[in-house]
């Protein structure tokens, strides 16, 4: 049974910084390529990152290329850094597992409908 179990969500200040993290389980993880989604209340899914089986390569939503920082283990552990946090990045943000195509390419794998596996999301919250 595949699990994904997000923290480090919270409450921080704008300008400040949050590490998330995503702990996986029941997969093999270095087979795939995990991404990072978010959801504000009243607004639909947006993609933040994504990240290659290996690590190596990264993709960014435009909302936070630049401030985010999606990074992952080689055991089990995706996460995500976050600097200059901004009031518009408050929402609950979930990791998830594509089972699609292995290669990570921007069209593909921002898109949430490619993802098979969910965690329950993490609040973070940045006040002004």
């Known amino acids: 049974q595949v699990r994904l179990v997000e923290s480090g969500g919270g409450l921080v200040q704008a300008g400040g910084s949050l590490s998330l993290s995503c702990a996986a389980s029941?997969?093999?993880?270095?087979?795939?390529?995990m991404g990072w989604f978010r959801q504000a209340p009243g607004k639909e899914r947006e993609f933040v990152a994504a990240i290659s089986g290996s690590g190596s390569r990264t993709i960014y939503g435009n909302s936070v290329e630049g401030r985010f920082t999606a990074s992952r283990d080689d055991e089990n552990t995706l996460f995500l850094q976050m600097d200059n946090l901004k009031p518009e990045d408050t929402a609950v943000y979930h990791c998830?597992?594509?089972?699609?195509?292995?290669?990570?390419?921007?069209?593909?794998?921002?898109?949430?409908?490619?993802?098979?596996?969910w965690g329950q999301g993490t609040q973070v919250t940045v006040s002004s």
């Open positions: 998830a597992a594509s089972t699609g195509l292995q290669y990570l390419t921007a069209s593909y794998h921002s898109s949430e409908g490619h993802y098979r596996y």
């Open positions: 029941g997969l093999a993880f270095s087979s795939y390529v």
